[in-house]
Each structure stands twice: as C-alpha cells, then as structure tokens.
C-alpha cells in the first residue's frame, strides 16, 4: 500500500493528484505535502482525488488542516472527486459544506473564488 | 464474540494482527475478499473497509498511547441477512492523546467513530472482563446486483460475432 503525490502548477492553482489510499499510515505524507505547498506560497490547492482508493477520518483531517492553512493566507483548497465511494465519506461527515468539490481540476481551477 | 441471527450458524474468519498502521491496508484487503465471498454487495463491502479500518485505527491508536503491542483481534461472521465484525484489543483504556489534535487539525480518533457509527448497525462498544475493548457492528447484505450487460446476455445468449471476422479454422 503507497500513497503516491505529483504536483504540478495551473496558473495561480497547485494541483496536487493523489493516488492511492489514504489511512493513518499514508495520511501524514499527504499532510507534510501540503504544508510544503503552503510554505512555498501555494495558497490555492486544488486536490485531485480521483485516484484515491480508500480515505479514511485520518485524511479528512490532513485535508481540514489543509483548508484551515490555506485560509490563513485568504487561499482555498478545493477537490475533486467523482467516485461515489469517497464522496459518500465526504457527506456522511457533513464535509460536502466545508469543501468545494468538482468533477474536474479543470472546473476547480475555473470555479470563483469562496 | 457477535450474536448471530437465531437459527443460523454463522461462518466465522478471524484475525489477529500487531497493531502497526502499515498493516490496515492488508486488514482491508482481507475484510474485502471475506465479505465479497459472503456475498455483500460492492457499497457495503466498501461501508465495511471503512468501518473495520477505522475501528482498528482506534485500537492501534490506543495500544500504541499505551505501549502495547497486543495484537489486534478480528471477527468477521457471515449469516443469512448480514455480515458481523467484532474487534478486539487490549488497550487499558481508549485513551485520549494527551496533547489533542495539532494545530489546524481534528481529533480523528473522535471523527473516525462517528463515521463507523454513520455507516453500520447495531455498533456497541464494551470494555473486556480482563481489559480491553470489544467493538462489534453489523451490515445489513444487499442483494448482488447483477452487471446489466451480464443479464443480458444470459437471457438472451451472447450477442453475434461481427461480420468481418475470419473464417473459423479448419
């Protein structure tokens, strides 16, 4: 089991793709990734999820703390995410308020500032 | 141990594992293969590789707060309508992580037990005649569903081969 993390820049957007399943043992890579990305000035993330096998409360958290970072700089971070299975986490937990979340990085990066 | 409905015998796999993060991806993997052997449909194989990980998450958390090293038990128990789990461990107490969630984050231990209770039925949480915790739930089995295309072509056998296929050897 491996988490694998590419970012690449869009504009004023970083796009960090996430591959892999996201538990307690993964969830601290993705969270030191993010706060790189945030000490480098990255304060609008965009998080492609469509890779993502498993998440788990651990990786809500990091993507909490995530969003909770960014907006300390006035930035955001959004998702995206199509599969049912991971949304279904998003809504049970009430997160589907707190994040955007879009059908594509394309539609996260075009979408208006929160 | 999970009661099992009256009347039916359940079918019973168990586990053991140390509690090391590393080893919930393949706690997962085997939850997935049992549950998908019993029957249960692909949404609540998933509710139940979300719901066995997170529980033993807790319990790693625990024992690991505690230094323990304890294995963590697992049963799953198939009967007619529903699939049981029950997990094990030794931890003296759930303890609460002395220092609290980090700044900018959220006690996952808390989150991740609102999210099993979310997606089972019947959770109950128990402390052990001789220390630890047992957590047992249930999931409703859904019928299979069959992949369309699939009853399809058992209904109405397998569609024609294409016309521009070579002759069949002779």
Known sequence: MDLDLNVHKDGDHSVLEVAGEIDVYTAPKLREQLIELVSDGSYHIVVDLEKVDFLDSTGLGVLVGGLKRVRNHDGSLQLVCTQEKILKIFRITGLTKVFPIHSSVSDAISAPAE | ?170
């Open chain 2, 1 to 170: 141990m999970v009661d099992a409905p009256a009347g039916v015998g359940p079918a019973t796999v168990r586990l053991a594992f140390p509690p090391e993060p590393r080893l919930l991806g393949t706690v997962r993997l085997v939850v997935g293969i049992v549950a998908r052997k019993a029957g249960m449909g692909a949404e609540g194989i998933e509710d139940l590789k979300v719901a066995v990980s997170e529980t033993c998450a807790v319990a790693v958390g625990d024992l690991t707060r505690a230094g323990r090293h304890d294995p963590i038990e697992i049963d799953l128990v198939e009967a007619a309508d529903r699939f049981g789990v029950e997990v094990r461990d030794r931890a003296p107490a759930p303890a609460q992580d002395p220092g609290g969630p980090g700044e900018g984050e959220v006690d996952d231990r808390e989150l991740g037990l609102a999210l099993v209770g979310a997606l089972v039925d019947d959770l109950k949480t128990s402390t052990l005649e001789d220390g630890g915790n047992r957590t047992s739930f249930w999931l409703r089995r859904e019928p299979l569903l069959l992949d369309p295309l699939l009853t399809e072509e058992l209904a109405l056998g397998p569609p024609d081969p294409p016309d521009d296929l070579p002759p069949p050897l002779t």
